[in-house]
């Protein structure tokens, strides 16, 4: 089992960056996926981006070329860099583990999953 636990969120203007992090702990076998979710009020949960465990990232379109994820294996942290960032960037991102590829976009995937971070873009 693994306990995430987000950090990092903040209110910033359109245009600006943020830098969540993550940290693990637990089993790290128990990681083998770890990515990135986000729920804005009254929407689904999306996903934003996974990196497995060779360091393979892949994000979703509304985010390519703006996010990146990271991790410290040493840290047991995950990173997500967001830049340029947009009003419609404003979620709860949520920090999430899975213990076996293949990584996917998938929220029902995921068993591990930290209790959020809020990120506000105000325009």
């Known amino acids: 089992e693994v306990q995430l636990v987000e950090s990092g969120g903040d209110s910033v203007q359109s245009g600006g960056s943020l830098r969540l992090s993550c940290e693990a702990s637990?089993?790290?076998?128990?990681?083998?996926?770890m990515a990135w979710f986000r729920q804005a009020p009254g929407k689904e949960r999306e996903g934003v981006g996974f990196?497995?465990?060779?360091?393979?990232?892949n994000y979703a379109d509304s985010v390519k070329g703006r996010f990146t994820i990271s991790q410290d294996n040493a840290k047991n942290r995950l990173y997500l860099q967001m830049n340029s960032l947009k009003p419609e960037d404003t979620a709860m991102y949520y920090c999430?583990?899975?213990?076996?590829?293949?990584?996917?976009?998938?929220?029902?995937?995921?068993?591990?999953w930290g209790q959020g971070t809020q990120v506000t873009v105000s325009s």
């Open positions: 990196i497995d465990r060779g360091g393979i990232t």
């Open positions: 637990g089993s790290t076998y128990s990681r083998s996926c």
């Open positions: 999430a583990a899975r213990s076996s590829p293949p990584c996917l976009l998938r929220s029902y995937l995921y068993t591990s």
